[in-house]
């Protein structure tokens, strides 16, 4: 593990974390909900995986947010549900690399 993975590993999950659950909100709500808030989360996230070289958790944010910039435009079940799931699979990702920063 190089030295910007090591020291920034355990504050990226952390941070991650607030992210996935802060686009996660984006379930909870009605008509009203900030459906562009779970793209800007993901993006951000994805982001911040880029710059440790973490393609894996940047292919699957990229993903979330493209189909969250999607049902921001067509608020469909469809489109929900699509989101629902990327968020599920960047969440998987983030607890495995969770294991490697002790978290």
């Not at 941070?15 to 793209?39: H, I, K, M, T």
């Not at 993006?43 to 910039?69: F, I, N, S």
Request: glycine share 6%; charged share 30%.
């Amino acid at each position: 593990m190089d030295d910007l993975l090591r020291d920034f590993l355990p504050r990226f999950v952390v941070l991650s974390r607030v992210r996935l659950e802060n686009a996660a909100r984006a379930f909870d709500g009605g008509p009203s909900v900030d459906r562009r808030g779970y793209a800007d989360e993901m993006h951000a996230l994805g982001g911040e995986a880029a710059v440790l070289d973490l393609p894996r958790v940047y292919e699957l944010a990229r993903e979330a947010e493209r189909v969250g910039k999607a049902w921001a435009a067509s608020a469909t079940p469809e489109a929900r549900a699509s989101c629902q799931a990327a968020l599920e699979r960047v969440r998987a990702a983030i607890a495995e690399v969770s294991k490697d920063a002790g978290h």
